[in-house]
Nanobody, 127 residues
Framework: EVQLVESGGGLVQAGGSLRLSCAAS????????IGWFRQAPGKEREGVSC????????YYEDSVKGRFSISKDSSSHTVYLHMNSLKPEDSAVYYC????????????????????WGRGTQVTVSS
C-alpha cells in the first residue's frame, strides 16, 4: 500500500522556520519525483517545490525561492521541506505527493502530474 505521511507542521511566528517531513512507503521511492503542495482556505492547491527522481531537478514556486529548500533522504524514504523566513501568506495545509514521471520544470508543480498524495499537515504563520 502506498503511503505518504506528512509531519512537522505547526504554529510559528512570522520570520520563523519549520521543517516538514514526508515519509514514503509502498513504492520505489528513488524512482519517483516528490512534490510539496499547499492549499489555503478558499484557494486552489498550488505547487511549492519538487525534487525529481534523479535529485538533479529541484523546483520552487517563485514566492518561496530563497526561503524554502527541498531535500531527500533515500535511506529513510523521507523528503523534507525546509521553510525559513515564514510569512503569514505561507499559512496553508501542506501536502506531499509522488509522481512516477520524470518531470520537467513545466510539470513539476502541476497537481495533475502526481499519482499519490498524503493527507497534509497544517502550517500557520502568525503576524
Amino acid at each position: 500500500e502506498v503511503q505518504l505521511v506528512e509531519s512537522g507542521g505547526g504554529l510559528v511566528q512570522a520570520g520563523g522556520s519549520l521543517r516538514l517531513s514526508c515519509a514514503a512507503s509502498g513504492f520505489a521511492f528513488d524512482d519517483y519525483a516528490i512534490g510539496w503542495f499547499r492549499q489555503a482556505p478558499g484557494k486552489e492547491r498550488e505547487g511549492v517545490s519538487c525534487i525529481s527522481d534523479s535529485v538533479r531537478g529541484l523546483y520552487y514556486e517563485d514566492s518561496v525561492k530563497g526561503r524554502f529548500s527541498i531535500s531527500k533522504d533515500s535511506s529513510s524514504h523521507t523528503v523534507y521541506l525546509h521553510m525559513n523566513s515564514l510569512k503569514p501568506e505561507d499559512s496553508a495545509v501542506y501536502y506531499c505527493a509522488a509522481s512516477r514521471r520524470s518531470l520537467i520544470a513545466s510539470q513539476a508543480l502541476v497537481n495533475s502530474e502526481y499519482d499519490y498524495w498524503g493527507r497534509g499537515t497544517q502550517v500557520t504563520v502568525s503576524s
